[in-house]
């Protein structure tokens, strides 16, 4: 991750356990250029070659536990896709910028670690769907969601007819996208696209990262195990993915730290889980 401070479109900085990944392009409400999407891409391709590693680390040595993902400034998490950059592209390269930022949202899907979106502002069209590629999202107060594509003459292109129906169910879903309406952050709770909403973007980053603190005290592979279950079997019938979910739990009944869960549990102590 060295090379990461050569972006110039993202910042990648840590924040206790966390690492944050900014979208900072603030004075074009932090839209995905065609630039951002390559550094986001290039990046989440680094952490997920570098991360499944979740071997106990040497003492001292900083390990990334999650990532959290948020935008410049109090006014934009993202304003969606670049629409000033779309505009001059050919059908062909639109599909190519929709694609690579496809591939942004599935390498955040792979990665072993808890994702959180701290979305601080506008999260419109391609900002929602970034925001949906994370595992869950927490808001400012002054958050604002919504897939105005149609507006546009377009339709959501970063995943948001896949993802924004998993997340709120297909009425909600049809609704926003078929009227481009946008929402609070209060309303977005209330559907269930956002879990949390805190005052501003300072308060919104110390409970994404006390969130991460929180995972971190749980048995990595067990976390990371999750994870890849509930993508797997997100888009199976029940009964196939109950048979993906007793593969993973029988996997995770090999772990040492599933017995070291098992064993401190029953001697009423707290666990100190090995990573393995
Ligand atoms: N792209 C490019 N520039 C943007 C964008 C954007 N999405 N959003 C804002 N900006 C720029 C503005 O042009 C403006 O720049 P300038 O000062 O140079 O004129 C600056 O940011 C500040 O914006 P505003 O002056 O508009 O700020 P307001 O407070 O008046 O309004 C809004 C804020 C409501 C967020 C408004 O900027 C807005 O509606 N932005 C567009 C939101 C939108 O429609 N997003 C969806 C884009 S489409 C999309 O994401 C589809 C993804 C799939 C693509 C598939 C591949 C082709």
């Known amino acids: 991750l060295d090379a990461a401070t050569d972006y110039e479109t993202i910042l990648v900085t840590r924040y206790g356990p966390a690492l944050v990944v900014t979208v900072n392009r603030p004075r074009a409400l932090n839209a995905l250029a065609q630039q951002v999407v390559a550094e986001l891409l ?20 900083w390990v990334c536990r999650g990532v959290i993902v948020t935008g410049t400034g109090e006014k934009a998490f993202v304003a969606g896709a670049d629409i000033r950059e779309m505009s001059g592209m050919t059908p062909e390269q639109a599909e190519a910028y929709a694609r690579d930022m496809h591939r942004v949202t599935l390498n955040l899907e792979a990665l072993p670690v808890p994702v959180i979106a701290a979305v601080n502002g506008f999260a419109l069209g ?60 209060a309303e977005a709770h209330r559907i269930g696209l956002v879990n949390q909403v805190f005052a501003d973007h300072a308060a919104l980053l110390d409970a994404a990262r006390d969130t991460v603190d929180t995972i971190a005290a749980q048995a990595p592979t067990a976390v990371a195990n999750a994870k890849a279950t509930m993508n797997a079997v997100a888009h199976r019938s029940v009964a196939d993915g109950l048979d993906v979910e007793a593969a993973a739990f029988r996997a995770a009944f090999t772990t040492e730290d599933s017995r070291i869960g098992r064993d401190a549990f029953l001697s009423k102590e707290s666990a100190s889980f090995s990573g393995r």
């Open 126 to 185: 391609g900002g929602c769907e970034l925001a949906m590629a994370c595992d869950f999202i927490y808001a400012s107060e002054n958050a604002a969601f919504g897939q105005p594509e149609v507006s546009l003459g377009l339709v959501p292109g970063f995943g948001g007819s896949v993802r924004l129906q998993q997340r709120v169910g297909v009425g909600i879903a049809r609704e926003l996208i078929m009227t481009g309406r946008r929402i609070t952050a």
């Open 42 to 61: 290039d990046l989440t391709g680094r952490l997920v070659e570098a991360l499944p590693s979740v071997d106990a680390p040497a003492a001292g040595e």
